[in-house]
């Protein structure tokens, strides 16, 4: 008896012209102190509930670098890296993963993950997208303008349809945008 497929989510920090990082790889742009008075904010019970809900993370060897650097923000929950080279696990919940993605979606996450997050790196959003493995995107915009750096949508080369699913605006100033990704049909 299989499992049903996962949902594959998609979810990236980016400023609000489409960058994850300076081209140096610093991230402290992200920690906002603007405030938008009219802006949300989440509960500590709404934080502990989204991660309890999230199943497992997959995530390229450059973000599991740098979440090791920055503090582990994953807690106990499973990680899938996503690697050719040979890294030290300081986690253990962490597994390293060097197949293709197809592999990985049926003999990793299919049978045993509901709830997937994506969490880093341009080259593998890009893999997903083009191969039609990502259900949502969860797009966290700062505010701010980098001018330059490493990008979230990285020359991803197909078209893709998009459905806005949601739209939080924070008081932090951060806005997130929920898009379900439309699977691609044959066209006959």
Known sequence: MSHQSPTITLHMVSSLDGFIARKNGDVSWMQSTDHYEKGTTLTEEQITTFLQSVDCYVMG???YEHALEL?????????????NRDLPNKRGTVEFYSGTLQRLLSERLKPHFR???????????KDFLQQNLADEIVLSIMPVILGDGLPFFDHIGTERQLHLKDSTAYKDGMVELRYTVQQETSKH
């Open 71 to 83: 503090g582990w923000p994953y807690g106990n929950t499973p990680v899938i890296v996503l690697t």
């Open 115 to 125: 709830n997937v997050w994506v969490v880093g790196g341009s080259r593998l959003t």
């Open 61 to 63: 060897s450059r973000t």
